[in-house]
């Protein structure tokens, strides 16, 4: 796991700690909804702040891969002849923050549905 971390480039560590400070959130959020403790309209603003947090880490995610390409481009345009093997292997490291950054998307769309359906 760490290993895809630092493999993902200098944007995974900032998702990781935004994807955490989300589920922290979507966690208090839950709490108080089933606990009946709180503000109906607060707690829905705070879970409204889950999703979009999760669509901004999925953005983030493509941005990452987005500006990673591009520079392997540049590389490959001074370079000229590069190996399909070594080609391969950057698509491969490109991708791993947006899917990275989709995980964390799906997590919070299904805790954001949790406390939705107990909301209404």
């Known amino acids: 796991m760490v290993e895809l971390l630092t493999s993902g480039g200098v944007f995974m560590w900032p998702m990781t700690i ?8 979507s966690a208090k959020v839950l709490m108080d909804t089933f606990s009946g403790s709180g503000e109906n309209s607060l707690l829905k603003k705070r879970n409204a ?6 669509v901004f880490l ?14 392997a481009f540049q590389v490959i345009q001074q370079i000229g002849d590069i190996s399909p093997a070594l080609l391969i ?7 791993i ?3 990275y950054g989709l995980i964390l998307l799906i997590i919070s769309l299904i805790l954001w549905s949790i406390a939705r359906y107990k909301l209404t």
């Open 97 to 99: 923050s947006p899917a």
């Open 18 to 25: 935004i994807g955490l400070l989300m589920m922290a959130l």
């Open 89 to 95: 292997g950057g698509l491969r490291v490109s991708m």
């Open 49 to 54: 702040v889950v999703l979009q947090l999760g």
């Open 58 to 71: 999925y953005f983030v995610g493509i941005l990452s891969q987005a500006l990673g390409l591009m520079q």
